[in-house]
């Protein structure tokens, strides 16, 4: 197979665990349960398809939040 040279690519960058989060696996299988079907798998609207996971600060402390949405439907799941 015909392919390109390492050295042809940029380097990839340094993982350095620096916001790592750590959490149940049933805590995340909940977050994208409660959010994946308003993903769609249609690829006509892929700029408006997708899932976010971000951390917020609560006021009882960190708080996990998955967003999911197809631009049409929105969901959202959170948990500590």
């Known amino acids: 197979l015909p392919t390109h040279a390492p050295e042809d690519f940029p380097p990839l960058p340094a993982f350095?665990?620096?916001?790592?989060?750590?959490?149940?696996?049933?805590?995340?299988?909940?977050?994208?349960?409660?959010?994946?079907?308003?993903?769609?798998?249609?690829?006509?609207?892929h700029g408006l398809n997708g899932a976010h996971l971000e951390e917020r600060q609560g006021p009882a402390g960190?708080?996990?939040?998955?967003?999911?949405?197809?631009?049409h439907r929105l969901s959202s799941a959170e948990c500590d």
């Open 16 to 45: 350095d665990q620096r916001g790592t989060i750590s959490l149940p696996e049933r805590e995340l299988r909940r977050l994208v349960e409660q959010t994946a079907f308003a993903v769609t798998t249609d690829d006509l609207r």
């Open 62 to 71: 960190p708080r996990l939040r998955m967003l999911g949405t197809d631009g």
